[in-house]
Each structure stands twice: as structure tokens, then as C-alpha cells.
């Protein structure tokens, strides 16, 4: 079990750092999602690819919330 922990500590580590701008929100989702997969039935990676998608879609929502909302500027 601990190396199992430690070989996804690093590969997500590794992830993290080689595409931070991509894996915005996937990281969290895919390591939440894989523990409850494991937990729900030792579907680790059915739950972390569901995390991660869920994840992405999440913080995608919270990024077009955030931009500013254009305004069409009438011309009078």
C-alpha cells in the first residue's frame, strides 16, 4: 500500500511540474476521485480519470465565472 501511495505521490508530482497550466483542476480531481474509487470497489483508476475530468470541468466553470464580462459598447 505504501508503495503504491509513494509511486502516485511521484507521478503526480512529476505531472504537476511538467504541465501545471494543463492540469488545472485535474490533479486534485484525479487524486480525490482515485482514493474514493479505491474505497468504492478497488476502481483507483476509473475514480482518478473521473476526478480528473470532474476536476478540469470544475475549474474551467470557475475560470469563465471569473473573466470579466465583456460589454458591447454602443455607439451613440
Do not use: F, W
Not at 508503495?3 to 505531472?15: E, F, Q
Not at 488545472?24 to 476502481?43: D, P
Not at 482518478?48 to 459598447?73: K, L
Amino acid at each position: 500500500m505504501k508503495r503504491m501511495l509513494v509511486g502516485a505521490a511521484v507521478a503526480l508530482t512529476t505531472l504537476a511540474a511538467a504541465g501545471g497550466a494543463e492540469a488545472k483542476g485535474c490533479i486534485k480531481g484525479a487524486i480525490v476521485g482515485g482514493i474514493a474509487g479505491h474505497y468504492a470497489g478497488h476502481h483507483g483508476l476509473v475514480g482518478a480519470a473521473a476526478g480528473c475530468a470532474i476536476g478540469r470541468h470544475r475549474a474551467n466553470a470557475r475560470d469563465r465565472q471569473m473573466a470579466p464580462q465583456a460589454r458591447p459598447v454602443s455607439a451613440q
